[in-house]
């Protein structure tokens, strides 16, 4: 599933090929991923101008000249591509947005876990897809990031996935972050105490940071708005690399299932029930 390193690379994408354009005409293939009517989709995306490109969490959302917005989420499999030429229309493509200029922006989706939306914006409230994610791990202060941490009683992994409590990261980045940090992925955020909460929060911000610089990481589906893979897989120092050398002591990485996903780590880097990291 892409991840905020994914989604941002995709918004940046956006913004440089997309924003200002008007939207000429719109083809449609009805299926689950569309949460509006095609009747409404036709009727109220006609002719409206793309006035702003945001991300939050792994949401896109797109702003419309009518004050309307466009809510995207590619789920696992879900892509966007910008097309500067008409292709045919695939078994696995959804929605396409023709622009006055006669470029197209296209949604496919192969497990049709992903979502199209079209909502109304209002400056004064959030939008009801929105209301509940957390902060922006790049966004949050290291004191706040603590704060908001300390606060819960499960495990850290667990807690770094719940979109509720910070917005943004998944799996990969889970993995990624607490490797930085040298911290268990079963350890519980209550046993961290403020030190490690703070070295964990500059891990966050470390390997978000990399990740989109290297365009987020192809390790299944993913493909930028140019149909071209991201290249931070190729910096992966925990995740999918079980049975391989720990890049920091040689330790074989190890995988473990938790909360139903395969967590990698170092069983000496990262040592587990609150005992301290050995040092480098």
Known sequence: MPEL??????????????????????????????????????????????????????????????????????????????????????????????????????????????????????????LDDLRELGPEPLEITKDAFIRLLQKRKGKIKTTLLNQRVIAGIGNIYADETLFEAKIHPEEKVCDLGPSRLGKLHQAVRKILKKAIQAGGSSVDDYLNLEGIKGFFQLQHKAYGREGKPCTRCNTKIERIVLSQRSSYFCPKCQKSRGSPPETD
């Open 5 to 126: 390193p994914e989604v941002e690379t995709i918004a940046r994408g956006l913004r440089k090929t997309i924003l200002g354009k008007k939207i000429k005409s719109i083809k449609l293939s009805p299926c689950r991923i569309l949460q509006n009517s095609t009747v409404c989709l036709s009727n109220k995306l006609n002719r409206q101008k793309i006035t702003q490109v945001k991300r939050r969490g792994k949401n896109i959302i797109l702003h419309l000249s009518g004050d309307d917005v466009i809510i995207i989420h590619l789920g696992m499999t879900g892509q966007l591509l910008f097309l500067t030429n008409k292709t045919p229309f695939g078994k696995h493509d959804h929605i396409e947005l023709r622009f006055s200029d006669n470029t197209f922006l296209r949604f496919s989706d192969i497990r049709k876990f992903g979502k199209f939306k079209l909502a109304k914006f209002s400056p004064q409230k959030k």
